[in-house]
T-cell receptor, first 110, second 115 residues
C-alpha cells in the first residue's frame, strides 16, 4: 500500500509570514515529488516538483526533499491571501503512477 | 500553454444511466489518467493508460468503468450504470516531459452528479 500522508490542517498564517506544509510517503521507490495547489471546485495546479535531495526554490516557493526520512515539504514565503487553497503532495512511483495525499488546507489571513 | 480539455464541465444523470466523460490530453503526451475526487475528499487514482491499453487500475475501477482512446486524440471514461456514489469531480490528466513542464497536467474536471 503506497501512502502519502499530509496534515489536513487547516493551517492559518498571517499575510507575509512563511507557511510550511509537510508530507511523508511510504514507498522508498518513489522517484519524484510534486506539490499541487487546488482551489475549491477547481482542478489541481502544479506548483513545483523535486526529485533530488535538498532544496529547490522557485520564486516564493521552496520545496525540500529528504529521501532518507521519506519527507518532502513546501515553504511559501511572504504568504498572500491568494495563496489560500488546499495543497496536495503527490508522489511519482515506478510506472509513472501518482499517489496523492489528502491535502493541507491553508488560509492566509490579511 | 498546452492544456488538457475536458467536456462536459458538469453532467447530471439518473442512477443506472451510462455516462461518457471526454478528455483531450496534451498532444505529445503519452500517459493518460483518470482521477476522481468526491467532494471534500482526496484525489483518487482510477486508471492509467499507455500505448493504447490500461497500464494500471485501482480497485475503484471495476467492471462498470471503461476507458478508450477512440481516435488518437480523445480519451474517454465510460461509466456503464451510474450509482449515487459515483457523484464526484472526475479529472483527466496527461503526463509528459518537455520544456519547463514535468508532471501531470490536469484538465479542469467534469462534475458528475448522479440523482
Amino acid at each position: 500500500q503506497k501512502e502519502v500522508e499530509q496534515n489536513s490542517g487547516p493551517l492559518s498564517v498571517p499575510e507575509g509570514a512563511i507557511a510550511s506544509l509537510n508530507c511523508t510517503y511510504s514507498d522508498r521507490g518513489s522517484q519524484s515529488f510534486f506539490w499541487y495547489r487546488q482551489y475549491s471546485g477547481k482542478s489541481p495546479e502544479l506548483i513545483m516538483f523535486i526529485y533530488s535531495n535538498g532544496d529547490k526554490e522557485d520564486g516564493r516557493f521552496t520545496a525540500q526533499l529528504n529521501k532518507a526520512s521519506q519527507y518532502v515539504s513546501l515553504l511559501i514565503r511572504d504568504s498572500q491571501p491568494s495563496d489560500s487553497a488546499t495543497y496536495l503532495c503527490a508522489v511519482n512511483t515506478v510506472g509513472n503512477q501518482f499517489y496523492f495525499g489528502t491535502g493541507t488546507s491553508l488560509t492566509v489571513i490579511p | 500553454e498546452p492544456e488538457v480539455t475536458q467536456t462536459p464541465s458538469h453532467q447530471v444523470t439518473q442512477m443506472g444511466q451510462e455516462v461518457i466523460l471526454r478528455c483531450v490530453p496534451i498532444s505529445n503526451h503519452l500517459y493518460f489518467y483518470w482521477y476522481r475526487q468526491i467532494l471534500g475528499q482526496k484525489v483518487e487514482f482510477l486508471v492509467s493508460f499507455y500505448n493504447n491499453e490500461i497500464s494500471e487500475k485501482s480497485e475503484i475501477f471495476d467492471d462498470q468503468f471503461s476507458v478508450e482512446r477512440p481516435d488518437g486524440s480523445n480519451f474517454t471514461l465510460k461509466i456503464r450504470s451510474t450509482k449515487l456514489e459515483d457523484s464526484a469531480m472526475y479529472f483527466c490528466a496527461s503526463f509528459g516531459t518537455g520544456k519547463g513542464i514535468y508532471g501531470y497536467t490536469f484538465g479542469s474536471g467534469t462534475r458528475l452528479t448522479v440523482v
